[in-house]
């Protein structure tokens, strides 16, 4: 078996997380027992909600173990199988973490999947056709419920969740208003995912400015939000939202280093009689089938576009991670290992 290269969790953060709480390790790989796998990693995913694992506290999901893998999706292909259902060479997605192998039981419900890359690229099963794509599609479609004619607006829109919320919104007859940080990204927004307008937070000092940006992008005011920041966005946008409008709150990144966010005018939700729904994409497994589906079927044809940042090499992994939570990535943030 093959000799594997892993990044622990050395120390949980106090505030921000830096390099000092990941450790590079080397380990000998297990041998199989029957029923199972060797998969060899060939990209791993690095998302946001990793930070909040990383804490000790309650939460929706346990704490990330001290001295364990980074937990986190991976792609790659079946190097070694004892079991019938999977043979060497077969393209697979799951949640390997972060190392260069792993011994999977594909038994287990979710553990692992094959994946067609013959029209779809292996990377984009970690990302449009992945957790992102389908976290982005519920989000849109069941709880924004976007109506031609409304108004959608998405905060970190270049993002892997973003862009995915805001072109099928834009496809079932919305206004699209993206919200990102600098130039670049707002242009990619508009000009290549075909967004109808993107505001740049970042030269807004307080949520009255953004708040009057939001007016002259959506000067209907707007019907479904996609949240994935809190904090000052989400205070500038709920001053905007109009009567009976809907909220997907699916993260909270202006909070990731333990700061409090707070809501600094709930008076809109009530007056407004807004929806606002937080939601785990796992808890809703009845509906990945669905998403899967028509975001594979938009990738396939080119209708569905979307940006990658890549880091090489597994020790790159923490350093492309931090710069993720700094919103300094351009898209899906991977890390390639073959």
């Known amino acids: ?13 106090s505030g921000d997380a830096g390099l000092d709480n990941f450790e590079l390790a080397s380990v000998d790989t297990p041998a199989l027992e029957d029923g199972q796998v060797l998969v060899r990693h060939h990209y791993l995913s690095l998302d946001p ?5 990383m804490d000790e506290g309650k939460s929706y999901a346990a704490p990330q173990p001290l001295g364990a893998p980074m937990i986190g999706g991976t792609v790659g292909e079946v190097a070694e199988s004892r079991n019938a259902r999977f043979q060497p060479g077969d393209a697979v997605v799951g949640m390997g973490g972060w190392q260069l192998y792993s011994v999977v039981d594909p038994d287990v419900p979710g553990a692992l999947r094959k994946v067609d890359t013959s029209h779809i690229p292996l990377s984009a099963y970690l990302g449009a056709v992945g957790m992102p794509g389908v976290t982005a599609w519920y989000g849109l479609v069941r709880i924004c419920e976007p109506r031609p004619g409304e108004t959608v607006a998405v905060s970190a829109a270049s993002g892997a969740v973003g862009s995915a919320v805001g072109q099928p919104a834009k496809a079932r007859g ?3 208003v993206g919200i990102a940080g600098g130039a670049e990204k707002c242009a990619y927004v508009v000009e290549e995912l075909g967004f109808d307008a993107c505001i740049d937070y970042k030269p807004h000092a307080d ?22 920041v809190g ?18 709150l699916c993260g909270m ?23 606002l729904q937080g939601f785990i994409v796992s808890e809703h497994m009845e509906a990945w089938p669905e998403a899967l589906g028509e975001l594979g079927g938009l990738v396939a044809s080119g209708r569905l576009k979307y940006r990658e940042s890549v880091a090489e090499g597994l020790a790159a992994a923490p350093e492309a991670f931090l710069g993720l939570l700094k919103g300094r990535n351009f898209g899906k943030q991977l890390v390639k290992l073959v």
């Open 1 to 13: 078996m093959p000799r594997n290269q892993q990044i622990l969790l050395k120390s949980r953060p």
């Open 253 to 275: 990144i202006a909070g990731y280093d333990g700061q409090p966010v707070p809501i600094t005018e709930p008076r809109h939700l009530l007056t407004n009689r807004l929806k």
């Open 174 to 176: 919305c206004r699209v």
């Open 49 to 53: 909600y990793m930070r909040g694992r």
């Open 207 to 228: 949520a009255r400015s953004l708040s009057r940006a939001i007016k002259e992008a959506a000067p209907k005011g707007i019907d479904g939000y996609f949240e994935n």
């Open 231 to 248: 904090g000052m966005v989400l205070n500038a946008v709920l001053s905007r939202m109009n009567a009976f409008g809907r909220i997907a």
